[in-house]
Nanobody, 128 residues
């Protein structure tokens, strides 16, 4: 079965850290850019970050820049989202998505277009 599976979410205090993982099952990530989205309660889904599958470039939403780091390990078919200095406004369900093709010089455009695979999402709650 071809799927993406997120893990690593949970409850963390403000200022804390979490590392989310997005693991591909049934396929390898070499031919896919990976995008992280999130959806907070009562809000629309928003793009968080994305990473190229060719030149290693990354892109971050302004709201997470400097706090979040995206990385990938294609040998493990896994993409990570290291989240530091978490704040209550980061509380959301986080989704990873895979977009087939060769992508470089990542920009906000990575959030657009058809995603070929979606994970089911994982909840991150930042609260004291």
């Amino acid at each position: 079965q071809l799927q993406l599976v997120e893990s690593g979410g949970g409850l963390v205090q403000p200022g804390g850290s979490l590392r989310l993982s997005c693991a591909a099952s049934g396929f390898t990530l070499d031919y896919y850019a990976i995008i992280w989205f999130r959806q907070a309660p009562g809000k629309e889904r928003e793009g968080v970050s994305c990473i190229s599958n060719t030149d290693g470039s990354t892109f971050y939403a302004d709201s997470v820049k400097g706090r979040f780091t995206i990385s990938r390990d294609d040998a493990k078919s896994t993409v990570y989202l290291q989240m530091n200095s978490l704040q209550p406004e980061d509380t959301a369900v986080y989704y990873c998505a895979a977009k087939h093709g060769y992508y470089s010089r990542m920009s906000y455009r990575c959030y657009d277009g058809k995603m070929d695979y979606w994970g089911k999402g994982i909840l991150v709650t930042v609260s004291s």
